[in-house]
């Protein structure tokens, strides 16, 4: 299969990075096989597409990728191509993923977009944001970010947690099947992300979120947004349910200690009730675990 080398022009402000070629060729081999018996896959991870929406995505509604300087974190990256924007424009760039079996997204897809980006010499973690959080947050250090992007990644971290009700994303391809499972455990996680995220975020830094929509998206993101500006930011973009801009305030009314905050680090012990019915108890707090400093 033919992997594109050349830069790729849309008209829209923004040049993407050209396709590497693999550093070997059983890699590339790995990534043909994928495409071929994944079609879901192939079609997800098109880099011509990709490159165009990332574009117009980076232009429209997140700039600060570009336009400031820092560290740009981006949460279910994917291939990268997101971070490749970011590193042409002089940014240190991360990326987080899920693990193997995690994320609804399915394995194929897993793996497909760690070659994808590994080719393009993105360093990612693929540990979810949760562990991320907990266990490598070094790599990311205080007030350095001027972005964190979520652009369809919000449902799909909160998998491994048990905060989504439905069939894994990969068996239906169909969000709006999916619902979030609304409690006070969610919304303290929400909490601590919040408070870590803006613990790392510089001045006027943004968390950008674009989502998919689920079944209670409404619901959810009134939640959100209630946290998020409790814990210290403001809403700037609230085009849709499904676009929500955060920008760190600099009030001294929201400065918080992240080590003041609890993380649900692990809710799998958490009894379900009627799994069948989507009926889960996320009563445990995780008051055993600390958010790091």
């Keep these: 299969m033919d992997h594109p080398q050349e830069d790729m022009h849309f008209g829209v402000g923004a040049t993407a990075p050209a396709a590497r070629k693999f550093t070997t060729s059983a890699a590339s081999k790995e990534l043909d096989a994928i495409f071929m018996r994944n079609p879901f896959v192939k079609r997800k991870l098109n880099r011509e ?9 980076v232009m429209q509604y997140v700039p600060e990728a570009t336009t400031m300087q820092g560290t740009v974190v981006d949460v279910g990256c994917a291939d990268g191509l997101f971070l490749e924007y970011a590193r042409a424009a002089g940014n240190a760039v991360v990326g987080i ?15 497909a977009a760690a070659l994808l980006s590994d080719r393009q010499g993105i360093t990612v973690f693929r540990t979810g944001f949760n562990e991320f959080v907990h266990a490598m947050c070094a790599d990311v250090r205080e007030e350095s970010c001027v972005v964190f992007n979520f652009q369809g990644s919000w449902a799909m971290l909160h998998w491994e947690l048990g905060y989504i009700i439905g069939e894994p994303h990969d068996q239906h391809q169909d969000t709006k099947q999916l619902a979030f499972a609304m409690c006070e455990g969610l919304t303290r996680q929400w909490g601590a992300w919040f408070t870590w995220m803006r613990s790392r975020l510089c001045e006027d830094g943004v968390i950008m979120m674009l989502f998919n929509e689920t079944q209670n998206q409404r619901e959810m993101v009134d939640a959100l947004d209630q946290v998020a500006i409790e814990v210290g930011f403001t809403v700037e973009r ?27 680090h692990d809710v799998s012990d958490a009894a379900c009730d009627d799994e069948a019915t989507g009926k889960v108890d996320h009563s445990a707090d995780g008051s055993d675990v600390q958010l790091p400093d």
């Design 49 to 57: 597409r990709r490159a165009r929406d990332k574009a117009q995505y």
């Design 97 to 111: 993923d899920a693990s193997t079996g995690e994320g609804g997204m399915g394995d194929d897809y897993l793996a």
């Design 238 to 264: 609230a085009d849709s349910t499904l676009v929500r801009k955060y920008r760190k305030t600099q009030s001294a009314d929201h400065e918080q200690e992240p080590s003041d905050v609890q993380l649900e």
